[in-house]
C-alpha cells in the first residue's frame, strides 16, 4: 500500500489513533473532516497517512484489534476508505487488521474484514495467517469460521476436516 506524505503532526495521528482504538467513531470522522479542509485533502488521504510511525499500524489494526466492528465497516466504505487495498494492509510485523481481529477473537470484526475483501491468506513475518494466529490465541469461534466461510483456507486445509 503506497504511503502519503500529508504532514499530519504527532499529536494529530495520536489523536486518530486514539479514537479508532477506542471506537468514537463520530469523533474520528469529524477529526479526519476537519484534517482534511485543512490540508486541502479527503479524510481517505488523511486516514492513510495516519500510520503509528513505530509499529506501521493504521487506525484500522487499532479497531479491529480492540473489537470495533461498526468503525472498521466505516473505515472501509466511502467515503473514507482510502483504497481496496486498505482493508490489507500490514504493519511492521506483516500483521494485517485481519490477524489482529482474529487473534483477538472479534468474529464480527472479521466478518466485516472478510465482506470488504480481507484476503485470509497472507502471511505475516513469522509465516503466519489470520486463522493461525485465531488457533493459537484459543480463539475456536473464529478458527471455525474461518475454516467454514473462507474457500482459500479451506483449500489450504483440506476442507478443514480431519486435520490436525
Not at 44 to 61: M, Q, R, S
Not at 89 to 105: F, S
Amino acid at each position: 500500500m503506497a504511503t502519503t506524505s500529508l504532514p499530519l503532526t504527532e499529536d494529530d495521528t495520536s489523536e486518530i489513533l486514539y479514537c479508532a482504538r477506542a471506537g468514537e467513531a463520530t469523533d474520528l470522522a469529524a477529526y479526519l473532516a476537519a484534517l482534511a479542509a485543512q490540508h486541502g485533502s479527503t479524510p481517505g488521504v488523511v486516514l492513510l497517512a495516519a500510520t503509528d510511525p513505530e509499529t506501521g499500524n493504521t487506525p484500522l489494526h487499532y479497531a479491529c484489534a480492540n473489537g470495533h466492528a461498526d468503525l472498521a465497516a466505516q473505515l472501509l466504505s466511502a467515503p473514507l476508505c482510502p483504497s481496496p487495498e486498505y482493508v490489507n494492509t500490514p504493519n511492521r510485523a506483516g500483521n494485517t487488521p485481519l490477524h489482529w481481529a482474529a487473534l483477538n477473537g472479534h468474529l464480527p470484526v472479521v466478518k466485516v474484514l472478510l465482506d470488504h475483501g480481507a484476503d485470509a491468506g497472507v502471511l505475516n513475518a513469522a509465516g503466519h495467517d489470520a486463522v493461525f494466529e485465531a488457533e493459537m490465541n484459543d480463539r475456536g469461534e473464529v478458527v471455525e469460521f474461518m475454516l467454514r466461510e473462507v474457500e482459500e483456507l479451506e483449500r489450504a486445509f483440506g476442507g478443514g476436516e480431519g486435520e490436525g
